[in-house]
């Protein structure tokens, strides 16, 4: 789900540019001690992202300011922390960090996927349906790229195209006007689609997803540079993800507390809550920032689904996480 709905693709698009310009706009880290940490999101900031924004409100008092800047994609968020115009990106890079030996490790992972298959049933009503058949999802490299190609790897078939529109709300109200005949989206827009159509879509059987939709990445030299200011971001995310899981309301107290998403639509107010209790029933959020499995269930899905070359067993933890910082993190917060 995406904080404002955009009506078209035109819209998104504009967004797009606007994120470019924004990119362009970050500058160089200053050489003295950092207690500021840029923050680049391939998307733009959405319901999906509440438990990030508390945590870093909490990091604020803690005297780091972190700043969030919205770019058009993932790709564009790990380009900006390759060539220094932000500190931490969010997503799931691992093609580009084994493709390009780009110096970013993950340091922290959010979430874990949940995405829906959605198909307009008037056209498809089942995976076989989609062979030789156009598809959409939200961007090279991303989770639902790697969803949808392990799909079609599992069932035998093969796509005639996959366009990229990111945008789970995108997504969805192109599906309402008839415009994307079959797709992937997160649970709210899941929900709003069978909300305003319920006799018009159908969602394709997914099976077990454990790999990561969102985690955080930097450099490692970044990382050793500034282990007071990444050290107080992990333990606040360690602490609001807990806060969460025991309880999904909190995200709902807090939101309302500091003022987060003031202009979110009414219809999509309704839904932060059941979000939050669907994804903590389905057990996305990690308490331990993805210590315990995190890479090895990245390399599983990501091999299989072809983003990552080799065999998950041959792949080294080293290679794609740092994660001595959450360790510490780990240890200060309590396992």
Known sequence: MRHRPRTSLWTLLLVGMVALVVVGSFHPAPAQTRTKIRYALGDIVTVESLPLLIAIDRVKQRGVDVAIT?????????????????????????????????????????????????????????????????????????GTEAIMRLMAQKHGIKYKAMSYVPGSEVRAVAMLKGTIKASIVDATNKNLLFREAPDRFLVLPLGEVKASDEALFATKAFVDQNQEAVGALLEELLRVWRSLVANPQFVVEERKRLGLLKDLPAKLEAEVLPYFQQAVANGIFPTDGGAARAPQNDFEFFTVSGALKGSAGELRVEDFWYLDPLKKALARVGQ
């Not at 790990?78 to 500190?87: K, T």
């Not at 979430?111 to 008037?122: D, G």
């Open 70 to 142: 919205s770019l058009k994609s993932e790709e564009l968020a790990m380009q900006a922390v390759v060539n220094g115009q932000a500190d931490i990106g969010q997503g799931t890079p691992y093609a580009a960090i084994q493709k390009l030996t780009a110096p970013i490790r993950f340091i922290y992972q959010l979430n874990a996927l949940q995405f829906f298959p959605v198909v307009n049933k008037e056209s498809y009503k089942s995976w076989k349906d989609l062979d030789g058949q156009e598809i959409v999802v939200h961007s090279r490299g991303s």
